[in-house]
C-alpha cells in the first residue's frame, strides 16, 4: 500500500469530509493518502460471514492502536459474536503504523490468528490466579513471570489460550519498550474455541498472542 505524509491542506480536506468521523480523520491524517477507503467494519457481521473464500486485504484496524495488514481470511464466530480472526498469507504486525520488533510479514509468512473479546481469567502452572478484565492487567500478572512457566489465558468467549510462556512481544527491542503481545514456546501452545475446536495447534510452531482484541476499521 502506497503511503505518504499528506501536507497541512489535504489534512484540512479530510478533516471536513470526515468530521463526525474522528477515527477516519485520525487515520488519514497521519500516514494515508487522501483517496484510501476507511471501512468501518467492527460490528458488520455480514462482512465477516462473507470472507470464507474471500478475504479483505489491507490494513485492519484494532482498539489500541494496533494494525495489522495482510489478508482477512476468516472471523470464527458463535451466537453471532466474533471469537477469533485469521489472516492468510504474509501478514505484518504494527503499533501506531511502525512495525512491531519480530512481528513482520516475513516472521508470520504463512498466516496469523488471534482471539477477539474481553479477557476472563488467567491460571499460571495450572492454579487460576486472577480475574482478567484488561490487557493491561494482564501484563501487570506477567511482569515477572520466568521463561518455561506454564499460563492459560480465558476470555469471555470461551477460547482458551494455553501454553509455555516464552517472553513479552516489545515494540521495539529495548528492554523498556512497551508490551504489546506474548510469545509462548515453539510447539509449546495450542489455541482452543468455544467448542474445542483447534485454533492453533502445538505442531505449527510458535505462537504470537498480540493485545488486539477488538476490529475496529479497515483502510484499503
Known sequence: MKKRQLNRHSFLVLLTLTSGNLYSASICSRYYLPDAKVMHIENDLNLFKSLEGNPIKGDI?????????????????????????????????????????????????????????????????GEIISEIKSYPQLLRELKDIKAGVDIKIIYQSGVEVKGEFANLVGTTARKNAPKKGITFGNEKCEVLGPNGDVLFDKSWGTYDLIFADKIQYLVK
Open 61 to 125: 484496524h484494532f482498539q489500541g492502536d494496533i494494525s495489522i495488514q495482510g489478508d482477512l481470511a476468516k472471523v470464527f464466530m458463535q451466537n453471532e459474536t466474533p471469537y477469533y480472526y485469521s489472516f492468510a498469507g504474509p501478514t505484518g504486525i504494527r503499533y501506531n503504523n511502525k512495525a512491531i520488533y519480530g512481528q513482520g510479514a516475513d516472521y508470520h509468512a504463512h498466516g496469523f490468528g488471534n482471539p477477539l473479546g474481553e479477557l476472563k481469567e488467567l491460571h499460571i502452572n
